[in-house]
């Protein structure tokens, strides 16, 4: 049975390039941030191409409109004061869930007057004020991916996850790092990520898939054992047979690990399971919704 939905958006989602303004592209994004609340979006982390050049202002009324919080612990405008609420809880039926948005630090191309301040110490200082108030804390982070790591180390166990977008890295297997892990968000609309929390236990998040990848990897290797050993007993060669040896018995503690690993599986812990659905031909397009994308994609943005 499926539990409580909570959607979020980990931003870079409204513009292909950073402060855009004609008003195609306005359009454009408008359009997104208005079927984002009809997806039921709760929040989303402002990202460098979420960003009007006509004004902080125009994102928000959209979003307003939209139903679609904003965050960004970390931009600033000329006055050096912050833009958008720096984090927030949501209630996903009796879990707690603190969100955090973290935009690119420095100035953001093509938007005058809009400053990112540097994301750790942003991230850090909300991350201690919602730990202990909430379940689980969730970092929105609109970085490039190296940015992300440094932040995944910065923050520890502060934090559980961080959904991050740019880069274009598109859809992939949850990153486990030290004390959290780093989710993919896919790219821009070609794919719908699906993450599955159980929090029944305490502690660190472990990965449910991660069990099945170390089996998948231990049956990987058992052909290649056999063919080392087949090659080992046909050589006549003295020399041979022992490297094949060292290479046989390197595959084997090989093998034995991923089987352990994947024997342990979770240990009581919390856990987590992210799955994708790609938005191709197999997922039927929604004819009124198909010739609104067309109209908006026939106009384009302005020739350079």
Excluded: C
């Amino acid at each position: 049975k499926a539990g409580p939905v909570l959607v979020l958006d980990a931003g870079n989602a409204l513009f292909r390039l950073p402060g855009l303004d004609d008003a195609a592209s306005v359009k454009r994004a408008d359009f997104i941030l208005q079927r984002m609340g009809k997806l039921g979006t709760l929040a989303m982390v402002v990202g460098a191409r979420d960003l009007y050049m006509s004004g902080v202002s125009t994102l928000k009324a959209g979003a307003a409109k939209a139903g679609v919080r904003l965050l960004s612990a970390n931009f600033t405008g000329k006055d050096g004061k912050k833009l958008f609420q720096a984090s927030s809880i949501a209630m996903v039926g009796d879990v707690k869930v603190g969100l955090i948005g973290i935009s690119p630090p420095g100035p953001v191309p093509g938007v005058p007057g809009v400053q990112g301040l540097p994301d750790v110490p942003a991230a850090v200082a909300e991350a201690k004020v919602l730990k202990g108030k909430v379940d689980v804390v969730v970092v929105l982070s609109a970085l490039r991916y190296a940015d992300a790591l440094q932040l995944s180390r910065e923050l520890g166990d502060l934090a559980d996850l961080l959904l991050n977008s740019s880069d274009s890295r598109g859809p992939g297997p949850a990153q486990r790092a030290e004390h959290n892990y780093i989710l993919p968000v896919g790219e821009r609309g070609r794919q719908v990520g699906r993450l599955e929390l159980g929090l029944a236990g305490k502690g660190p998040f472990a990965d449910l898939d991660e069990s099945a990848r170390e089996g998948q990897l231990a049956a990987m290797l058992k052909p290649q054992l056999a063919e080392l050993k087949r090659r080992q007993d046909a050589t006549k060669d003295e020399k041979v047979r022992k490297d094949l040896q060292t290479s046989i018995a390197g595959l084997e503690l090989s093998m034995r690990q991923h089987e352990q690993n994947a024997a342990a599986g979770p240990q009581g812990g919390r856990t987590l399971k992210l799955t994708w659905v790609s938005l191709d031909t197999q997922v039927k397009d929604s004819p009124e919704l198909k010739a609104e994308v067309d109209r908006l994609e026939a106009v384009g943005p302005p020739k350079p």
